[in-house]
């Protein structure tokens, strides 16, 4: 099918989905939910879809997706799959950020679609942009300058509150400015312009303080009560990476507490969903999907996997699943994944040195690896994907060569029986980690100690496959992962096609040393200290 028009383009999506929200009457709070990944990558992510359901649940209020079409002369626009209008005919546009990468994709929507992009430049009648996901409620600061409110924390609590305000505002005709600082006083809400830019400390140049008394001075996490609401999706496409997959949370938050992770900081506490409301969600799951995918942090670690295992495997459809972890995967479960036509499997041994996981704080022993992908290889998996990290702090040429043996060796475990595939990346310092104030590998040295890992394994363990991604990803990555509100210029740059983001940064006088290359002395005060963390050491 040719895509040159919206028509068609929006057609060859929706004919490939079910359950698609159409929802019809006067609602004066229009969201127009934009994917700032393609559809395909969209529709595979929990969080995005459960946004789009909330707000359709509520009264008085609808969303769509706005998806990215590339006109052939014209260049790009965003519109909307259920009713294809264009971006900037929605009162609201949301975001669900969850790579770094996607910040620049935000700032790049609005210049295509000709939106004002500073929050103070634009005014009533404006679209209102909010932002949530895992990037939002970890640093959103060097987008701050773009979007109106921050939601930070679950969508569960979020959403029905920025949408009661919003409806209030609107029936009762309050200002903008009324509307943001209200919502700046709600548990969970930022709201970037209402804070004036402050100072130096340390390695960070610009921080925000409260421009008013109202403003707080730390923002709260809104937290649900996942036990009895896991989130589920509502689309299932044959069109998304996950294909023909419905998907369920299991958990959410993570038990464990590496130092390195921003999973478990961002999402505490650990709370794992009821295995009864699980099982409803597998059982109502549509007709049409072929799979059900679990999320979680650490499926493992729900009391009950094999139970829920189980009930995907007496519906009769194929399980997929995300990482599981070292130490707690047995015979059992296994097989029980095994009757779900699993085929691989996910692991994260992030080093093959037991004194680097005991600095982690990654708690399983050597011997529980071995175990496991024995296991994994007598029950008649077919592949095992390994993750690993490297430039982890206090990491040595020794470290490395014991990651190129433990890969030997786990080779020789599996024999042929099993596809073994390793990702190696390098460590990137996440805010709000216990590990935020770390260094990272310089580009060329990650490429170096790429080669000296490739060749080691070529040698050793001839059969395995080593992938990892282009190092200049990781460290622009990392910049926008630990930036501040200098970085609004430079992405304004880069997504207008003035160069890559490491270049506009540099050309905007940006000095990515202290931050990235050297090891920060503990700052006081972070560029996301306005959001509270709960962090202790
Ligand atoms: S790395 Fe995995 S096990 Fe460790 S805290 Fe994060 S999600 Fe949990």
Redesign the pocket.
Known sequence: MSLDRPDRFRRRYLEAETGTLVKTGHCPLEVGLVALSPYETAMSSLGGQTVYRLFNELEGARCERLVRFDRPRSGAIWVSLESGRAAAEFPVLAFSISYEQEMLELVRFLQENRITPRSADRGEGDPLLLAGGPVVSSNPEPVAPFLDVCGIGDAEILVPSLAANWLAAYGAGWTRRLLLETLAGQEGFYVPGLYRLDGVSGSYPVLPRPAGQAVPVRVGRATADVGRSPAFSVIVSRLAHFRDMHLVEVARG?R???RF?L??RINRPYRPAETGRVIELIEAAPAAAGAIGLVG??LCDHPELARIAAAVAASGRRLGTSSL?VGSVDRELLTVLKRCRVESLTL?PETASAELLARIG?SYRQEELFETVRLAAEAGFRGLKLYYMIGLPGETAKHRRELVEQVRLLAGTTGNRLRLKISVNPFIPKPQTAWQDESMLRPGEIKRLLRELRKGIRQDAPGVQLQHDPPAEAVSQAALSLGDRSFAQPLEMAAAGAGHLLDCLGRSGIDLEPVLYSRKKPAAEHPWSVLESGFSR
Do not use: I, P, S
């Open positions: 993570c464990w507490n590496c992770c999973v478990c942090a650490n972890r994260a990654k």
